[in-house]
């Protein structure tokens, strides 16, 4: 068992001619994805990567049975796919596109929770589970099939820390990349809660940042609810007030926010914080 | 983006939020004559202005036009007055504080509101702070209305008054696709309620939605805002040494990793996924340019390669040379390959992130 | 309330759906002069009007003159033609259906369309029939559109034109609180979609935020409108025995009952959960009026007691007596004190649904 | 143990210094309900009969623990009162008011659905579990603890059959009027599920009513994941088409909604039809 996905996940790729829509089907493919289907308007009755392309997600949905969708559609019409994606019954909806509107990203997680649906993203790299299904742009070769969930806003510096894992010999069970917009379908609360459930998920990985309290809370969460121990990497801690690093919600303002804030907050409750990303790795293996 | 007070408040009316009947100079003789007293005020986009002198009041129009002399040019921390706002002064019987913003807990809008308006909210006991998260598919109710008024003390006629400012502050907010919309003044006048102030985020990534705003840029600095333009993630920072990587969070981590060995970043430069050759030659034009003694390049090689960004790399300064030296960090996915290409530039390349810190705070004279 | 024709397209209008340019009148001298064809539509709230004759075409004022003469005042299924809707005719490419409704499985709305328009929607086959549910806290969004457009056989610009139209059409569904708004048919003309017949019914439950709607009250009788003028739930069916009950699911069951043993109810009458004796009063003046043999009063006795009603009985039939029998079936809280009222009033007052029923069937002179 | 109400329902009465929500808050004193607090804007800090008052629903909540609320207030107001419960984290939302536009009635059940809240009605009598709490406007006499559950789109029709069970020595374990609007947040389905989970209920009694095609799905519903005998009476069988009988939701038309259609769909499933309301004590005398 993993978390999200598995061998059971039948995937759905919208936007799925584009360019990126393209090589991460083959991507996802090499990595033992079941991708089913694809969507893109008008573009019904084509292939790529010999997956069929539908003209509606539901068209996709009443042929193939897909359950998982990845969203690879532009910013403007992200909300769009994604709700039509809820509204043909699809469990998980995975959506990498950034720059989506904070309004719509609000929108369409609310519409989610309505519906029973879950979102990850936007502006995410997506999930993987080794050994059984990726769903998303994390490159497959860092990976290693094992026993630590990681959960993470960023991207690169999530591979980075999944490489040095690796490299350490340490596999991981699922690796979520939630984004680091200010809001997302899914939260690190989400995730720790999925992780702790999962009997395959020993240890679990945190890679925060600065901006917003969902480190913070996710530290609460921790101490009530979580007895696996967690390990976590917060990035930003020389950032500046009021810039904005990147990511859309990677900002301190207005005092809150900061990574100091954060790694209190963990360290309070028993999470060790590493100094640098590839300290995780090393953190990890003296608990071993 | 961030809007002047005047542009906020011209939205505002035009979501039906009364605010004073004001006016934009740029220069002292555009003041126009009045009757009573005026309040000239700074259009910058950094808070307490007031504190800092940029809102002067006057009763004549040789008063206003000496005042406007006076703040027109004006520096208020860093930010240079080209505009004021020009509106009669209100008669306040009391200040109030109201906003709304996207709150990231929730995942929903939250109002915010207290009885103690005109000073900073951060400063005002969580107890006298109103909160409620407004949901954005179902909008302002009348309860909250109701509530709000209950919290604020008011009787059922200024709850009305107040319901109709939040009602439009909704609309302003969410048709406007904001960040943040915020009243602070809200004052209660002998005429009812009106916004004092305004100011207002437009969500950057909703702007497509508003090609008619005018667009603000005072907040970035000019080769931040030339990167802009060009679509780069680019922010300066006060340190020496000038670094580039891909992806926010490992941009972040690397500032984080060279404080850690001494040193101090002085841009925070995320090529994100990229390796476009031209697009990495951009990044590098804009490093170039920036006041750095050292640049560090770090990059993990994932979907992008190493050996790609490399090779993108040595094309941009063999375009453009860097006049410092480069101290660059490449691991994963073609790494060799990627290192390699980078030492027949002249290029020293790491693997760890630690190594290669510490060569770079070496390299710019630190630690 | 269903709307006639003419002011539900006056509701498509105003929300921005194409809709014929025509006019009302009530006399036939009321047309006004025209080129080409005109087509004459009899404003009646019932459907099969066209098949019935009540719609004519004319191309010339004495033959449009003379068809108004016809059509006025003439019978359609029992309802009178009072009005003539005018409208050019339109030069039809194709037909299509569209209506947006309340679903109560969903409990959302649902869109309904199909490329068979001009027929009753019922007699398309299934698989011809487009159906999307449409959430009512997030609206219409494009991707509707486009599985529509693709249903439909539309080309692109086509699908952009019949999108104009959902999401008119959901403005005046959501704004003007519809049960359903129907346009059949949705035609194709050379210029575009338009709704060449229209039908909209608004929730009677929502009526108290549409008082500028003009009351349609047609489908209902005399003795009905004065009910609903009073509040009351009733309903002239065309049987003999007249049914008052408390509750509407019981009143039901009492005409199912009395059907059981070969009785038909004449009046469906819901006391609801009053005992109020002015309400008794006025149900029992309704009551007399319809033309029917015998009284039954069922009342289950709960909230509402047995003994105030029995008492509100007796008040109302001392104030008016009513001229036929009344069978009364009494049950629940205080019984007994009912029945006593009601037997010194000289009323048989019975304990069970099934006796009671027998009784007012042989009062009847049924079976 | 019975379903959605219990000895630890706190109950919160929306609309509570009105006729209805005086007379309602003694009757579901005298029936053991735990009333903790009442609502009425304006009228804070009055009691009715000797439950405080409070401006809102939050206050009301934050200073009882009110789980559960009723609603008494009139139906251009309903659709407000409703979401302030619903916001305030009450859970069940007993909406009694009838009347309440069907465009409101969407929108709140969608709302409660976002926010994970039930709301019962609207236009219903509530509900009632005998020996352990009463949320509605039912009789309190019609009573006995037992074993069948009764679910029913009727208000007086219900109690007259309850009290014909009473009568007969059947006891029930919880009795809900769901409603006969055509929208309402509790379905027969939402029903039939809690009722076949509930350990103390044995027999399951409905009562449905022309218009709408709810007992035909419920007819499904009950194929597939009904094991307790199910006992069922439809009004209206004599209900001539287009004319509405009382109940918004009571109507025959287009074809759809006939008691035949759901006398039908209901036997084909093995649900015993009464043919009079009374009849149902007798079929279940008879299984017994």
Chains 1, 4 share one sequence.
Request: hydrophobic share 40%.
């Amino acid at each position: 068992m993993a978390v999200l996905v598995n061998k059971d996940t039948k995937l759905l790729v919208q936007g799925i001619t584009g360019h990126q829509g393209r090589y991460h089907t083959m991507a996802m493919k090499e990595f033992g994805t079941n991708v089913v289907a694809g969507v893109t308007p008008g573009k019904a009755g084509e292939t790529v990567e010999g997956v069929p392309v539908f003209n509606t997600v539901q068209d996709a949905v009443d042929s193939t049975g897909a359950n998982t969708s990845i969203v690879f559609v532009p910013a403007p019409f992200t909300m769009d796919a994604v709700l039509e994606a809820i509204d043909a019954g699809i469990e998980l909806v995975v959506t990498i596109t950034e720059h989506v509107p904070v309004h719509d990203a609000m929108k369409m997680v609310s519409y989610a929770k309505m519906k029973g649906a879950r979102i990850i993203g936007p502006n995410c790299p997506g999930l993987a589970s080794p050994g059984k299904a990726k769903v998303g742009i994390l490159p497959n070769m860092v990976f290693k099939e094992g026993n630590v969930g990681v959960v993470s806003k960023s991207g690169t510096l999530t591979y980075e820390i999944v490489n040095s894992l690796t490299e350490a010999g340490i596999g991981q069970s699922t690796t979520v990349g939630i984004g680091g917009d200010p809001v997302t379908g899914t939260s690190f609360i989400d995730m720790l809660e999925l992780f702790e459930k999962d009997p395959e998920t020993e240890r679990i990985v945190m890679v925060g940042e600065i901006g917003g309290t969902a480190e913070e809370e996710a530290a609460e969460y921790i101490k009530e609810h979580v007895t696996k121990p967690v390990y976590a990497y917060i990035a930003g801690r020389t950032a500046p007030p009021g810039k904005r690093m990147g990511h859309a919600g990677a900002i301190v303002s207005r005092g809150r926010g900061t990574a100091e804030s954060k790694i209190k907050a963990l360290r309070s409750v028993g999470v060790k914080v590493a100094k640098i990303p590839t300290e995780i790795a090393e953190l990890i293996k003296e608990d071993l | 983006m961030k809007l002047y007070e005047y542009m906020a408040k011209d939205i505002f009316r035009k979501h039906g939020i009364p605010v004073p009947e004001g006016y934009v100079i740029e220069r002292p003789d555009e003041i126009r004559p009045f009757e009573g007293e005026i309040v000239l005020k700074s259009q910058v986009l950094i808070g307490g202005r007031g504190k800092a002198g940029g809102i002067k009041f006057a009763s004549s129009m040789d008063e206003a036009k000496k005042v406007a002399e006076q703040l027109l040019g004006m520096d208020i921390k860093g930010y240079k007055v080209k505009k004021l706002l020009i509106e009669p002064k209100i008669k306040i019987l009391k200040e109030y504080y109201m906003s709304i913003i996207v709150d990231r807990s929730s995942r929903e809008a939250m109002l915010i509101a207290s009885a103690e308006g005109g000073v900073e909210i951060e400063s005002v006991p969580d107890e006298k702070i109103f909160k409620r998260t407004i949901n954005p598919l179902i909008g302002v109710q009348p309860n909250v209305v109701r509530a709000l008024g209950y919290f604020l003390g008011l009787d059922k006629e200024q709850t009305k008054g107040i319901g109709k400012f939040v009602y439009a502050l909704w609309d302003a907010f969410t048709k406007m696709d904001a960040d943040l919309a915020e009243i602070n003044p809200l004052v209660l006048t002998p005429e009812g309620f009106m916004a004092a102030d305004a100011k207002f985020i437009i969500n950057d990534d909703s702007m497509f939605r508003h090609r008619d705003i005018e667009l603000v840029e005072e907040e970035y600095t000019p080769l931040e805002r030339e990167a802009r333009e060009k679509g780069i993630a680019f922010v300066q920072l006060d340190g020496n040494i000038g670094v580039i990587a891909n992806g926010a969070g490992l941009t972040m981590a690397t500032l984080d990793v060279l404080s850690l060995y001494g040193g101090k970043a002085g841009t925070f430069l995320d090529l994100g996924g990229t390796d476009d050759p031209e697009k990495v030659s951009q990044a590098f034009g804009i490093i170039g340019e920036a006041p750095i003694d050292v640049v560090f390049l770090n990059i993990f090689g994932g979907i992008t390669k190493c050996d790609t960004v490399a090779k993108g790399v040595v094309q941009a300064i063999e375009k453009k040379p860097l006049k410092v030296p480069i101290v660059a960090r490449i691991k994963g996915v073609n790494e060799e390959e990627g290192k390699e290409i980078l030492k027949n530039a002249g290029i020293s390349a790491f693997s760890t992130l630690e190594d290669a810190a510490k060569e770079a705070v070496k390299q710019g004279g630190g630690a």
